[in-house]
Each structure stands twice: as structure tokens, then as C-alpha cells.
């Protein structure tokens, strides 16, 4: 069996980076009300964080002999993304989420869109550090919970976070 002998073995390994990666919304082809992103945000820009589920599983839980516990898997749930974002002096993109949900999807309250008239497509790209594509996963995603302003009396660039879930995806591509 063989060990790691010295650190210039960890020294050879290049680590990844967690800060090389873009994002960008696009409408859904498949509804003509969709609304575009407004502005500078539609085309790629760095979000502050973003947190994608690349893989998901849930498991059944049963009992066995003696008492023991056992854990099989038994599906796999829907995939969520979080996305952190800083936003212009109009607040631009918190606003147009904002209507994705009143208007695109809630329709000011008479009544809710259906699921192919209340998605939008999401495109997360990962890049190496010379910001060549490594991989871009495309999602479906409609907007989960809700999206609050916050005042502060600090100087600071509005900060913004929403959850999505996907309704289709990932659908990955890669460079490689």
C-alpha cells in the first residue's frame, strides 16, 4: 500500500478554484411572455456565489435482523440552485426576478402559470484559470420562496439571494 511520502506530492496537484465560473439567464423559447434579463445581465456575469446540486439521493430506511438499520437508495429529489448576486443602482435584476414571480408566474394574483409558461433557462459555466469552459450545466429553473430588499445604513452594493429549482436538468456540456 502506498502512502503519501512527502508534501511536494500535495505541492503537484493543481487545486481547483471555486471563484472561475459564470453565470447567465435566458428565456424559455417555449413561452412567448417570457421576459428577457434586463440590461447588463444578459449576458454572462459573476454572480457573488452560486451553489448547484450536482447529484442528489435520497434513501429507505428499513429494519433488518437484530435490530440493525439498513439504507438503500430509493430516489432522487429535484435539483435546487442558490444564487447569491450583487445588483446595480436601479436594482435591475432583483426587480425582474421580482416580476418573474408577480407578473410571469402569479400573474398579479388572478391566477399561476403553469410550469412551461413559469421557467427560465440558467446556464452555470465553470472555467479554468486562462477562464476557458470547462463544463456549462443549462438548467430549467423557476424561482423557490421569496426575494426581500434589505436596507442598511452602510455604503455597500445591494446583495440579493434566490433559491431556484430546477425543473429540467442539468443538461451539461463540456469542452473536453
Do not use: C
Not at 439521493?57 to 448576486?85: H, R, V
Not at 416580476?99 to 413559469?118: A, R
Amino acid at each position: 500500500m502506498t502512502f503519501l511520502k512527502t508534501a511536494d506530492e500535495l505541492r503537484a496537484v493543481e487545486w481547483g478554484r471555486t471563484y472561475l465560473w459564470d453565470l447567465k439567464f435566458r428565456k424559455y423559447e417555449g413561452n412567448p411572455k417570457s421576459i428577457s434579463p434586463p440590461g447588463k445581465f444578459i449576458n454572462w456575469f459573476p454572480a457573488e456565489t452560486v451553489t448547484e446540486n450536482l447529484a442528489a439521493l435520497d434513501m429507505a430506511e428499513f429494519a433488518g435482523f437484530l435490530g440493525a438499520d439498513y439504507n438503500i437508495p430509493k430516489s432522487s429529489s429535484s435539483f435546487g440552485i442558490s444564487i447569491t448576486f450583487l445588483d446595480d443602482i436601479n436594482h435591475s435584476l432583483s426587480t425582474w426576478i421580482a416580476n418573474w414571480i408577480n407578473k410571469e408566474i402569479m400573474n398579479g394574483g388572478d391566477y399561476v402559470s403553469t410550469i412551461s409558461e413559469s421557467v427560465k433557462w440558467v446556464d452555470i459555466a465553470k472555467l479554468n484559470q486562462d477562464r476557458s469552459l470547462q463544463t456549462m450545466n443549462s438548467y430549467l429553473v423557476m424561482p423557490k420562496g421569496e426575494i426581500n430588499f434589505e436596507g442598511t445604513s452602510e455604503s455597500d452594493v445591494p446583495r440579493y439571494t434566490m433559491e431556484f429549482v430546477a425543473a429540467f436538468g442539468p443538461s451539461t456540456s463540456a469542452s473536453n
